[in-house]
């Protein structure tokens, strides 16, 4: 028994944390994806303003390893390695970098899409959709500030990230509306009496059984 007891399997939490359309109201739900979203805007926004290690304070440094190799080889040459007051330390390791880039302005641009579409049609929509927007151009201008010069031919790279977001929720409401107006072609067909194959089974309740009695 006891054994029995030990390795008995316990109840999952997760069901009763995941969405409920039957249990969870809509305003509930959108609050809580406004505050989530939010939340994700305004960590990446600061991500994007600050990045991680923080800016160069001078405009170069020595690179003792780099000294120490020249010295060695007898040769001469600089041994500084030259940067920007104010650019990202972080940009010294230039892969790791972009992708941080890259991932961040897709993480700020999909809250951002998310905060746009939860507060469509609501009051001050017009004002929300101004700020969201003029907050994006205020990152823009952070983050090609932080940057390094040579960074400027991958700009057009975070663009895309910035506007992917926007593409696939477009590119999915425009299949979905042929998908809806393909449905709507179809059971219009059924109702005639036009098609009366299986496919008029998609169509469920919208179609009448009996369409000649119905019109009789």
């Known amino acids: 028994m006891a054994n029995c007891f030990l390795f008995s399997k316990s109840k999952s939490w997760i069901p009763d944390f995941q969405y409920n359309p039957n249990k969870d109201e809509a305003d509930t739900v959108r609050n809580t994806l406004l505050v989530v979203a939010t939340l994700i805007a305004a960590v990446t926004f600061q991500a994007g303003v600050n ?7 001078d ?3 020595e ?3 780099l000294c120490a190799q020249k010295s060695a080889e ?3 040459s600089s041994c500084f390695k030259s940067h920007d007051a104010g650019t990202a330390i972080y940009a010294s390791q230039e892969p790791d970098f972009y992708v941080f880039l890259v991932f961040n302005t897709v993480a700020l ?6 905060i746009i579409s939860l507060t469509y049609k609501f009051p001050f929509h017009l004002e929300v959709l ?9 990152y823009a201008s952070a983050i090609f500030a932080v940057t390094p010069a040579n960074y400027s031919y991958q700009f057009r790279f975070i663009l895309i990230a910035a506007a992917l977001p926007f593409v696939l929720r477009a590119l999915i409401y425009l299949v979905k509306h042929k998908a ?3 449905q709507e072609n179809l059971c219009g067909k059924c109702r005639s009496g036009i098609s009366e194959d299986n496919s008029c089974r998609k169509c469920g309740s919208k179609i009448s059984e009996n369409p000649v009695a119905d019109k009789a």
């Open 63 to 65: 690179n003792a390893a």
């Open 180 to 182: 809806n107006k393909k």
């Open 130 to 138: 101004i700020a969201t927007a003029s907050m994006l151009a205020t």
């Open 51 to 57: 990045p991680p290690g923080g800016v160069w304070q």
């Open 109 to 114: 641009s999909t809250s951002v899409l998310v």
């Open 59 to 61: 405009y170069n440094r």
């Open 74 to 76: 007898g040769l001469h």
